[in-house]
């Protein structure tokens, strides 16, 4: 792998960061053609750079603005919804989508004017750069946050909030399905009690809770505490300046690089040629398309591969992998239930299975915004069989690439590889000491909105406190909001385990045996905790079960406090409850070493 180093760059060595180590890592990820008609765009001839990331420098705001707010129009040629669609991917321009763009990209934004130096300067509006700029301002310094494309970046826009909406919408189709187990029924008795899935209502519940959201990361929002909001593409032009794209030039003590990822395409034959979306797209979508085809298996591919399947849409997973998790070390047993549990609902997996090459069979009528293009791939499994896969939605999920191309990096000293991100040391600093990355846009570092935001945290005490927080005191839980959900932390499994050269014990409850499972009607998953061997001192954890995201917290906190397994065990769990579980691991720990009347 190439490294590009800054043509400043100081020789000075840095230490490498600890790992942390994931079964799990989300992978939201922006990406370029829509299967919409409307976002069909000349595909790029590179297969790192999506055509979304490159339409995000076409939405730049002149410091002296005189553009009218977002408003709402059914009219997909109009100035404004040929602005939202191709410059910034929002579609359609509805109620919600105004709200959402009036606070994430106001047309109408005019910048300030910039001071003479800032304390700190985030490039990037997503988690890390709205966390770092904020955080900034409110203990005195002078900041600023530059924004070229929405502000909340890919969580609030195109990851994390939007699918937990739909997977919401999927869970309670799923329990619908169910509702005679539990003695209710819909309707008269002895009727049709058949579910079915209003998908223009989804999708609009959906962009409803994405603008409620929204103020939290709107450009008002992060002004209101004293930082300055730049709207457009920021790029280092020395050691201690920025320009944006109005011609404002930042000059900065400190600066922080916060420009997140995007979708990493796979090789594939044909592929950059049909109209495939990435989650970039994806929630643009006003038709189910009836068959859907998902290349990866990370988490990503597998909430959206449940939830679409739920709303009724045939699914089919291509991996190349023999099992779930296994390219993470990811534990085994939890990577057989939620196969299971994503067949029962619909899914269909193709494993040790490679994507020949894709092909349009029919585009999408322009004319019509609700219609859907129809693809066809051709796959080979290990075998050497070879089959054929239409579909009307083809979702890539396969990965991600850090944004660190064209902001100047070279003109900044700062070191980067075009795959893995931003190199930076234990402290979160680049080649240049006087500039820091967080996120998604820096090298080995988990993929997660939160981390993102913690590691802003800790850039604003190293950059402008002197203090000396590292990224490998982090104790970095992540979770795949499948239902069941999985939840992991740290060493969460033995394979993890062997892989590190590290001999450990793992202490299973199952949830067969939990008094709420049973109640729920849902005994599916277990918590495993892992621990040094011989010993107490917790060194990871996988928790698979209905709210394995909200368990797996206990032991996160355990893990960075010190505290050992019996420590668990002996703190008192409401009954009933599933997190008991966890008790459960710590409860066979202090048993196996009970004092005994022999």
């Not at 593409?233 to 109005?246: P, R």
């Not at 505290?563 to 009933?576: E, K, T, V």
């Amino acid at each position: 792998m190439r490294l590009h180093r800054g043509v400043s760059s100081t020789t000075s060595r840095h230490k490498p960061l600890l790992s942390l180590i994931l079964a799990l890592s989300p992978s939201y990820l922006p990406g370029r053609t829509s299967l919409l008609p409307s976002l069909a765009f000349t595909p790029p001839q590179e297969h790192n750079l999506s055509t979304s990331s490159r339409n995000r420098q076409l939405h730049r705001m002149s410091s002296e603005n005189t553009k009218e707010p977002w408003s709402e129009t059914d009219n997909r040629n109009s100035a404004q919804a040929l602005e939202a669609r191709k410059s910034l991917t929002i579609w359609p321009l509805d109620e919600s989508n105004t709200v959402l763009l009036n606070e994430v990209a106001p047309r109408n934004y005019t910048n300030p004017n910039p001071h003479d130096v800032y304390d700190l300067v985030a490039i990037g509006a997503g988690a890390g750069g709205l966390v770092s700029s904020k955080q900034s301002a409110r203990r005195g310094a002078k900041s600023a946050m530059i924004s070229d494309h929405l502000a909340g970046g890919d969580c609030l826009n195109v990851g994390c909030v939007p699918s937990k909406a739909l997977i919401r919408c999927g869970r309670a189709a799923a329990e619908a399905r169910r509702l005679a187990e539990f003695g209710v029924t819909v309707g008269p008795v002895g009727g049709d009690q058949s579910v079915s899935v209003d998908f223009g209502k989804v999708m609009e519940r959906m962009r409803q809770i994405r603008a409620t959201i929204a103020p939290a990361d709107g450009h008002e929002g992060t002004s209101a505490t004293g930082a300055h909001v730049f709207q457009g593409l920021g790029k280092f032009t020395g050691q201690d300046t920025i320009q944006v794209s109005d011609g404002s030039v930042l000059k900065f003590k400190k600066a922080v690089i916060a420009t997140g990822g995007r979708a990493a395409l796979p090789i594939v034959e044909g592929l950059k040629d049909t109209p495939f979306t990435t989650n970039a797209e994806l929630f643009n979508l006003e038709t189910l398309p009836p068959r859907m085809v998902i290349l990866g298996s990370g988490v990503v591919a597998l909430e959206m591969a449940q939830t679409f399947a739920s709303f009724g849409s045939h699914v089919t997973v291509v991996q190349r992998a023999s099992y779930l998790f296994q390219s993470k070390g990811g534990d085994p047993e939890a990577s057989q239930i939620v196969k299971d549990a994503l067949e029962e609902d619909g899914v269909t997996f193709l494993s040790e299975t490679t994507t020949q090459n894709v092909e349009t069979l029919r585009d999408a009528d322009e004319s019509d915004p609700k219609s859907l293009p129809l693809m066809k791939l051709t796959v080979k499994s290990a075998d050497g069989t070879e089959q054929e896969l239409e579909c009307e939605c083809l979702l890539v999920a396969t990965g991600r690439l850090p944004n660190v191309e064209n902001i100047g990096l070279e003109e900044a000293g700062v070191d980067y590889d075009p795959r893995r991100g931003v190199i930076i040391n234990d402290l979160a600093q680049s080649s240049n000491p006087n500039v820091y990355a967080v996120g998604d846009c820096a090298a080995d570092v988990p993929r997660l909105t939160h981390v993102s935001g913690e590691m802003a945290k800790v850039v604003v005490n190293n950059a402008l406190f002197d203090d000396a927080w590292k990224i490998s005191s982090l104790v970095v839980p992540a979770v795949m909001y499948t239902h069941p959900e999985v939840a992991t932390v740290g060493i969460a499994s033995e394979d993890m385990a062997e892989k590190a050269g590290v001999d450990v014990d793992v202490y299973r409850a199952g949830l067969e045996h939990n008094d709420r499972a049973i109640t729920e009607g849902d005994r599916r998953g277990f918590v495993k905790i892992v621990t040094e061997k011989g010993g107490g001192k917790i060194l990871g954890a996988t928790i698979v079960a209905g709210r394995a995201g909200e368990i797996i917290n206990e032991v996160s906190l355990a893990m960075k406090h010190d505290i050992g397994l019996d420590g668990i065990g002996r703190n008192i769990h409401s009954y009933p409850t599933t997190g008991e579980a966890v008790m459960g691991c710590g409860l066979q720990f202090i048993n196996a070493r009970w004092k005994r009347l022999d």
